[in-house]
Structures are given as structure tokens and as C-alpha cells.
């Protein structure tokens, strides 16, 4: 069976970091490309960070570039997304998905495999 679990999120201060993890089973993520999607109450789903396994290559989000840094452990078959330097408007329910293409996009469409969320709250 296919699956990406999350994990790593909770509650941080303004300023603070958490590090998510994204685990996938059943499959290796070794020729996919994986992204980080958020979506906070009342607001459409956003693409956030996306990496390509194959060759490491990454995209951020305006929102994000410089405070958080995706990366991954081919070996653990997982995907993390580190985030520094939190903001309340980070605050938002965390999806990690798989896509089976060759080229680092955060399109939603192309994106197979989806985990369930890990809820980050920013909040003093």
C-alpha cells in the first residue's frame, strides 16, 4: 500500500522552528519529486516547497524562501522540511505528496500520493 505519513508538527512560538517529516511506504521516492502543501482556515491549499529526488534540485515559495529548507534521506526514503523563523501566518495544516514526473513544479495535478497533514500552529 502506497503511503506518506507526516509528522512534526505543534505548537511554536513566533520565531521558533520546527522540523516536519514526510515517510513514505510502499513505494521509494527516490525518482519522484515531493512537495510541501499548507492550508489555512478559510484558504485555498498552497504549494509551499518541493523537491526533486533525483537530483536534489528545489523550488520555495516566495512566502517561505530563506526561513524554511526542504531536503532528503533517500536512504530513510523521507523528506523533511525544516522551518525557521516562524510567522502566526505559517500557521496552517501541513500536506506532504508524491509526483511521478521529472520536473519540480507544485502544480497539484501532478501530485499522486498525498499524506494526511500535520497541523503547525505559530501562536504566542
Known amino acids: 500500500q502506497l503511503q506518506l505519513v507526516e509528522s512534526g508538527g505543534g505548537l511554536v512560538q513566533p520565531g521558533g522552528s520546527l522540523r516536519l517529516s514526510c515517510a513514505a511506504s510502499?513505494?521509494?521516492?527516490?525518482?519522484?519529486?515531493i512537495g510541501w502543501f499548507r492550508q489555512a482556515p478559510g484558504k485555498e491549499r498552497e504549494g509551499v516547497s518541493c523537491?526533486?529526488?533525483?537530483?536534489?534540485?528545489?523550488y520555495y515559495a516566495d512566502s517561505v524562501n530563506g526561513r524554511f529548507t526542504i531536503s532528503r534521506d533517500n536512504a530513510k526514503n523521507t523528506v523533511y522540511l525544516q522551518m525557521n523563523s516562524l510567522k502566526p501566518e505559517d500557521t496552517a495544516v501541513y500536506y506532504c505528496?508524491?509526483?511521478?514526473?521529472?520536473?519540480?513544479?507544485?502544480?497539484?495535478?501532478?501530485?499522486?500520493?498525498w499524506g494526511q497533514g500535520t497541523q503547525v500552529t505559530v501562536s504566542s
Open positions: 505528496a508524491a509526483a511521478g514526473i521529472t520536473i519540480a513544479t507544485m502544480y497539484e495535478p501532478h501530485y499522486d500520493y
Open positions: 510502499g513505494f521509494t521516492l527516490d525518482y519522484y519529486v
Open positions: 523537491i526533486r529526488n533525483s537530483d536534489g534540485s528545489t
